[in-house]
């Protein structure tokens, strides 16, 4: 019996041992006939993969190197080299640094216009000739014509009225306060 079973068990581990061979043999016969597809197919998985991390890698240095040209230009809205190393890194950023930098010049330009609207106020109702003629010297000041007008009001009403004459020749022909002059000016030819 012990003799009957060891030839089993012989059969047995023959038998498995030849399943192995067999199924090696069919592997390599398979790998053999798909072997040129088998070795393109994980190149290209490994080319995909290293390409993949590569462009990424090199994705996430450009976007440090626009972050870093971005802070810059939030610092000094006047560094040009950095705005230009932003346009060519990251346009998005490019467009928001624009409209932020656009955006405080408009704030500083609109809080200077309310600065010379309130002086400009405050000349009429105090009837300040020296604060007007200082809005009128400035080149920026958009209601120039109107400080000039106003001007030769108060200096007729105090009855100065060659110096009013003088005054409204100032106001240019294409301006829009040119009626209003006029009519001061033929109040004035009687005075």
Same mark, same amino acid.
């Given at each position: 019996m012990s003799l009957e079973q060891n030839i089993n068990y012989i059969k047995k581990e023959i038998s498995?041992?030849? *399943? $192995?061979?067999?199924? $090696? $043999?069919? #592997?390599? %016969?398979?790998? %053999? *006939?798909?072997?040129l597809i088998i070795i #393109? =197919? =994980?190149?290209?998985? #490994? =080319?995909y993969f290293i390409a993949t991390s590569t462009l990424s890698y090199l994705q996430e240095q450009k976007d440090i190197k626009a972050n870093v040209a971005y802070n810059k230009v939030l610092l000094d809205s006047t560094d040009t080299k950095s705005m230009e190393e932003l346009k060519q890194s990251n346009a998005v950023l490019f467009e928001i640094a624009q409209y932020k930098n656009a955006k405080d010049n408009t704030t500083k330009n609109e809080i200077e216009y309310l600065k010379q609207i309130a002086l400009y106020n405050q000349a009429i109702k105090d009837n300040n000739i020296k604060a007007l003629d200082e809005l009128i010297i400035d080149p920026n000041f958009t209601l120039r014509d109107y400080a000039i007008f106003n001007k030769a009001l108060i200096l007729s009403n105090d009855k100065q009225y060659a110096k009013a004459k003088t005054t409204l020749a100032q106001i240019s022909d294409t301006s829009s306060t040119k009626q209003l002059s006029d009519m001061l000016k033929h109040f004035l030819l009687t005075k």
């Open positions: 498995s041992e030849e *399943k $192995f061979f067999e199924s $090696f $043999f069919k #592997l390599e %016969k398979f790998f %053999k *006939k798909y072997k #393109l =197919t =994980t190149v290209s998985i #490994l =080319t």
